[in-house]
């Protein structure tokens, strides 16, 4: 997947994401500003005196570092709870968390309260109770014998540092001697004050090891609490940060859900991976892009320009292989090709070409009333009553481009289709014209398109970006090819718009409304009727009325009025 399509569904739902962001932000804005303001007191304690120690192991730390995990745990307990609300006269204790420094002997105590001097003694005496709960804050007694112990020690200082005295003295004075007995008694002597001085070290150190100074188990106070002065706006700030970010990751997760359940065509590209036809045009968005005359009154020049474009593909791809009959198809009702037939004969009309228009959707006709033709008769009757492919057409307001409307509905609409009679319609109208488009049905409503996709040169297939299916698109497209459809190519409508220099846009033809309109080419003559049709197609019109009588012309009137040669 290209990065491309990775931010896509960013992109497209870009005001979700913003709206979903802005929301949490502001949420959580005004639940803060709701708040009361408080203040943060931090006591950092140490376990143990390796710090201190010269030569420290590895032993030391780990341990030291589990005893401080140890009291961590311990803050949560009701001794130490109960024991602070004691000493403080408190109800109930503040919020406060402890928590070890990482890869470290020290832990610290954070309370968090309205009031700084109550946060500042709370973590106080928190520390206290902890360290009235270690070996160092035991009963009197313990106390009194640490104290012993202590004295003890200084007196055994003093002592080791005599005797290392007493030692360096004897050195220097066995240097002076010469007798040999002198020498050998001071020998003496200095050996026997260093077996002394072992003595006391060894009994200095086995003492140190049961004091504070000794002992690993042990609870130090490195930072006291001190007196907040500011409050934690940081915390209020970190809160607004989060709900602000997790507002995104929310909205951007179902962008990402929609953009999987959305089984649309959103992108020219999927077209191509979905289908392996080629897109010749795109039709953009606006008003009245793809549901009505480009070059009408309300036309805009963005989509007049897009159906040049498709003209210049549609008449390149012409010069390698016939295009004389090319259907329009969608997949499903959403896509209006009747829209784009009209619009591609009008371009096609005005480089000169001859064009019929034939509108084969016999069940939702609209070619009709996109250029305010009648349809009292069209190929409906044509199908019914063969007389000739001339007989029925109607000139448009534009010169060249002619309309063979559906005509009136009858009952089996759907058998009306006769092969045999529509290929000699074709054929007739091909000898007269230099390109024919029909608009015919989609395909999975009816069967119509795939009786007539082995009678055109090509297809062209019409693509609605945002509302087309996927799923329904490959089937059109693999229906089609098993009857030996040949795709001209796909016209994407809806599409993104390309902006166009009003100074080298063509204005709409209907802007020319106020001058007066040729009466000989409006509509040719209806001086001759259709032949009447059998009883049984009359008496069983789909819309409950009798069908509107027709309004062209024979086909020899026809031929004396069209341009054709």
Known sequence: MELQELIQPLRRWWWLIALATLLALASSILYTSQQPVTYRSTVTLMVG???????????????????????????KRQPVQDGTRSALGLSRLPEHYAYRIDRTQLFAITVVDTDPARAQAVASELANQLILQSPAGTNQDHLQRQEFVR?????????????????????????????????????????????????????????????????INTINVVEPA?????????????????????????????????????????????????????????????????????????????????????????????????LRSVMVVGSSPV?????????????????????????????????????????GTGLSNLLLDWRSGLQGLQLTWHPGLYLLAAGPRFADQGEMLNPRRLQMLLDELSREADVILLNVPPVSAVADATILASHMDGALLVVDMGRTRRQPLRETVDVLNEVGADFVGAVLTHASATPVDNRYASKPVRQQANRPAPAAETRPPAVEEYPVLPQEFLSKPTNGKAPAQPVSSGSERVRERLPLS
Do not use: C
């Open 49 to 75: 005196n390796a710090i201190q120690n010269l030569n420290p192991s590895n032993n030391e730390f780990t341990l030291t570092q589990q005893l401080a995990d140890t009291y961590v745990d311990m803050l």
């Open 151 to 215: 004295q003890q020690l200084n007196h055994i200082e003093t002592g080791i540092v005599d005797t290392q005295n007493e030692i360096r003295n004897k050195q220097i004075e066995l240097t002076q001697l010469f007798q040999a007995r002198q020498i050998a008694d001071t020998q003496a002597q200095i050996g026997a004050l260093q077996g002394n001085l072992s003595t006391l070290q060894q009994t200095y150190a086995n003492l140190l090891a049961s004091t504070q100074r000794g002992s």
């Open 226 to 322: 001190y007196l907040p002065s500011r409050p934690t706006d940081s915390d209020r700030t970190r809160l607004i940060l989060l709900a602000a970010m997790m507002g995104f990751v929310l909205a951007a997760g179902a962008a990402y859900a929609l953009e999987y359940l959305d089984d649309s065509v959103r992108q020219p590209a999927d077209v191509a991976k979905l289908t392996g036809i080629k897109t010749i045009g795109d039709i953009p968005t606006g008003k009245n892009a793809a549901d009505g005359l480009a070059w009408g009154a309300k036309g805009s020049a963005s989509v007049r320009e897009a159906y040049r474009r498709l003209r210049a593909n549609f008449e390149s791809i012409a010069e390698h292989r016939p």
């Open 335 to 375: 896509e209006d090709n009747a829209s784009v037939v009209a619009n591609l004969g009008l371009t096609l009309a005005q480089a000169g070409k001859r064009v019929v228009m034939v509108d084969a959707n016999l069940h939702q006709p609209k070619l009709h009333t996109l250029f305010g033709l009648e349809n």
